[in-house]
């Protein structure tokens, strides 16, 4: 059965709209964990649009689950990883205009850049995923790399509406689900996944985490952080 991990970067998206100290993105983790949530995520981005470091630092010591810091695999940021130790750090790309992160990791393309990376991540005793598209040049590439687990985006699966195109990207996600598995790597998916197509997703046997959050925020702006995300829960665990 697959562990649920809620992103809560867009409840400090709501208090960086007014610069002010509310809602506290850490209330909000804990009450995803009352909620059913096993993880904890949240993206440090360079240009601090939503979570801040004192977020992250906070998070670290206030929750009783795990924490996956996702980032951009640059010094500053791996220095900031190192010093608050996360459980887990998911290297993601990153551009300063996007909106959400527009895609996965090129890890193929530049294992030079990432293997130092890795490495020393690695080496402080963090469990290291790369952020990438369902592709097995790139799931192949992670292995060699030496990361824990990638974490496949699922933006193409939830994009489509015809059901053709859905079971297609699917089917895509499966395959290399199975092969990463295959690879020895630990094998998340995230990215657009909604309560109204999750449930495929989670019944995949080869992923271990879907870390979603957009969907859940919202939902809880109607119904609250612990039944949004209880929802989310029941329907990832009915796989």
């Known amino acids: 059965m697959a562990r649920l991990g809620v992103n809560i970067d867009h409840v400090a998206t709501v208090r960086q709209a007014r610069r002010v100290t509310y809602p506290d993105p ?27 470091d004192a977020d992250v630092v906070a998070l670290r010591g206030g929750i009783r689950t ?10 500053a940021m791996v220095a900031f990883a190192l010093e608050v130790r996360p459980d887990d750090v998911c290297l993601v790309p990153e551009r300063r205009e996007e909106i959400t992160t527009e ?4 890890a193929a393309g530049m294992e030079a850049a990432l293997r130092p990376v890795i490495d020393r991540l690695r080496g402080a005793g963090l469990r290291v995923a790369l952020f990438i598209d369902p ?6 590439a992670s292995a ?10 699922t933006g193409r699966y939830c994009e489509p509406r015809d059901a053709g195109a859905i079971a297609a990207e699917l089917a895509v996600v499966a395959h290399a689900a199975v ?29 271990d985490v879907l870390n979603i959050g957009h ?9 609250g952080m612990e039944r949004a995300v209880g929802e989310m829960r029941a329907l990832v665990a009915s796989r």
Do not use: F, K
Request: hydrophobic fraction near 50%; charged fraction near 20%.
């Open 179 to 207: 092969r990463g598995r295959a690879l020895g790597l630990a094998v998340n998916a995230g990215h657009g996944l909604r309560y109204d197509n999750v449930s495929p997703i989670a019944a995949l046997p080869e992923i």
């Open 144 to 153: 060699r790399l030496g990361a824990n687990a990638v974490e496949l985006h």
């Open 215 to 223: 969907s859940i925020v919202a939902r809880a702006l109607l119904v």
């Open 103 to 106: 895609g996965g990791l090129d």
């Open 26 to 52: 850490l209330a909000a983790a804990r009450a995803a964990e009352a909620g059913g949530a096993d993880a904890i995520t949240v993206h440090l981005r360079e240009d601090r649009r939503h979570i801040q």
């Open 66 to 75: 795990s924490l996956n810091l996702e980032m951009a695999a640059t010094a």
């Open 135 to 140: 592709d097995e040049v790139q799931i192949a």
